[in-house]
């Protein structure tokens, strides 16, 4: 039965329940990927000879975030019923598939997530996209920044999505080079910080292939390449935010996790020594790290966003179809109507101090190993970021507030941990009177993991900016994903 752009149909009874009816299935038709005549498989065998069977091919959820391709093949009375619900199918799947993509520019990085992206591409994905009738141009990378040049100058009016296989480096290649690329087309100059960013018109697709891959993680809430393949295929669209961040007036990098001065800065300079054991380079550094329990001083200085919508510690979650994040649209368009984008007239708030860490983060940041994340009440869509500063505190401490990531208790519930909800933050680095100073604040492990420097680095996304001094402004819905965000309920 097709009703409400919803195809139903109750399996015939079962011969081991006798005189019981099977389920009732229900698929709506935005999550049909294809219909055919035929067997499924058998249909190109059988292709010259008219079928009485017609199959379709559905998303199906094996668990809360897990989708797989389910073929369901029905029976009909003649070939002409069989070649008339096809027909239906399919026409009821183009007229609501205005957002599914037809043709598509890949990026595999075949040594993404030690060398399975090309593997997991033509096994998988290439199969389903096939199916769907999508067109592909794939380009295997060469190089490190191949897949931002490429988009950065080739014409791209063909496609409608970029995808990469691969992990959060490649993602970041194709945001850059997106982000860049409009702002090129649109004559917007990104070093100016008050600029306002044109949004990116093309929509990306991760397929997670990486060692880390935790932008997928936190829009689709799982790392599994069939499910973000069916996302991208019937056009799930998730709108993001991008922070920018400048030092001294140019523009370093775009990112949409974490940016973290103190610990997280050091944990990522320390492990680029440790390369040659791969990614347990970052369990190891992070464990010397928390036993050097380093602190920085320096003044955070910040833009609050209006608690009126939501807060840090609402204890809700930004789920698929976000109030929030949908009506900051309304809102923050009146506000540009408005000409409030001069952030330096607004009110800064300031709180100079000792930091283990300054971590700006522009949405959860969840990740396999933390399931709630950096700030689990964050918004991908909001307008916002979350602030959070983690003041000198032991390494006991610390740990305390570490370990909060990874179970139910709330970390921001530690009285040397603030968390703001904020538009914009710069960080101005406090020079220390002398090394002799810096390395008598720390304590024994300190001397053995080495004196604590004057200032850290920047961790952005997994890149390290080689600077303290840092500002950071958030821009609204600068990316669409091919995603829908995580299914389930906003209350935590
Ligand atoms: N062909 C290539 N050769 C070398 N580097 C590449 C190539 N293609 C992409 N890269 C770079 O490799 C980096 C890591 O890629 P990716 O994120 O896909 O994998 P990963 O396994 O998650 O890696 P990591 O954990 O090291 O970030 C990216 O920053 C990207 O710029």
């Known amino acids: 039965m097709l009703q409400d752009n919803c195809l139903s149909w109750t399996f015939k009874k079962n011969q081991c329940c006798w005189g019981k009816e099977g389920p009732t299935i229900s698929v709506p ?16 065998k059988t292709a010259d000879a008219p079928s009485n069977l017609f199959t379709v091919y559905h998303i199906s959820r094996k668990s809360a975030q897990r989708w797989t391709l389910e073929a369901t093949t029905f029976t009909t009375q ?31 990085n075949p040594y ?71 702002q090129k087309d649109s004559g917007v100059c990104e070093n100016k910080e008050e600029a306002t960013l044109t949004p990116c018109k093309l929509r ?17 809430g799982i790392n599994d390449p ?18 920018a961040s400048y030092h001294k007036g140019h523009l370093m990098r775009y990112s949409v996790s974490l940016i973290g001065y103190g610990f997280f800065g050091d944990v990522l300079q320390e492990s680029e020594t440790m390369r040659c054991i791969g990614p ?56 540009k109507d408005t000409d409030s984008q001069d952030y330096e007239s607004e009110t800064w708030q300031k709180i100079s101090g000792s930091f283990v860490a300054v971590n700006v983060t522009g949405m959860s940041s969840a990740c396999p190993k933390s399931q709630d994340g950096l700030s689990p009440t964050a918004h991908l869509a909001d307008g916002t970021a979350d602030l959070i500063l983690v003041q000198d505190c032991n390494m006991f401490q610390f740990l305390r507030h570490l370990k909060r990531h990874t179970n139910k208790k709330d970390q921001f519930a530690l009285p040397y941990v603030k968390v703001h909800r904020i538009r914009a933050m ?24 080495g004196a604590t420097p004057e200032t850290s680095s920047w961790n952005c996304d997994g890149e390290i900016l080689d600077c303290a001094e840092l500002s950071v402004r958030v821009h609204h819905q600068l990316v669409q994903l091919f995603a829908r965000g995580i299914e389930g309920t906003s209350c935590s």
């Open 112 to 182: 993404g997530g030690r060398g399975k992206a090309t593997r997991i591409y033509s096994t998988k994905i290439c199969p389903l996209f096939q199916l769907a009738g999508i067109e592909r141009d794939v380009i295997e990378t060469t190089r490190a920044n191949h897949a931002r040049d490429y988009i950065m100058e080739m014409d791209l009016k063909e496609y409608d999505g970029v995808v990469c296989v691969g992990g959060d480096g490649m993602f970041s290649e194709l945001l850059h080079g997106l982000v860049k690329r409009t």
């Open 29 to 44: 038709v935005n999550e049909i990927v294809s219909v055919c005549q035929g067997e499924g498989e058998k249909q190109s």
């Open 280 to 335: 347990f380079r970052y369990d190891l550094s992070g464990f010397k790290m928390v036993l050097s329990n380093r602190t920085y001083n320096g003044t955070v200085e910040f833009l609050e966003a209006d608690d009126s919508h939501s807060h840090p510690r609402d204890n809700t979650r930004c789920r698929s179809g976000c109030l929030i994040c949908s009506e900051s649209s309304e809102r923050l368009k009146e506000d």
């Open 204 to 220: 990306i697709g991760i397929i997670p292939a990486g060692s880390t891959d935790c932008v997928c993680f936190a829009t689709v």
């Open 226 to 243: 069939v499910t973000s393949a069916l996302h991208i295929i019937i056009g799930d669209t998730q709108p993001m935010d991008v922070c």
């Open 426 to 449: 710069r960080f101005i680095p406090e020079k220390l009177e002398d090394e002799e100073a810096a390395r008598r604040r720390k304590g024994l492990f300190s001397s053995l993991c």
């Open 78 to 108: 003649s070939c002409q019923e069989a070649h008339n619900w096809t027909q239906v199918l399919q026409d009821r799947i183009q007229s609501i598939g205005a957002e599914r993509p037809r043709k598509l520019l890949i990026f595999i």
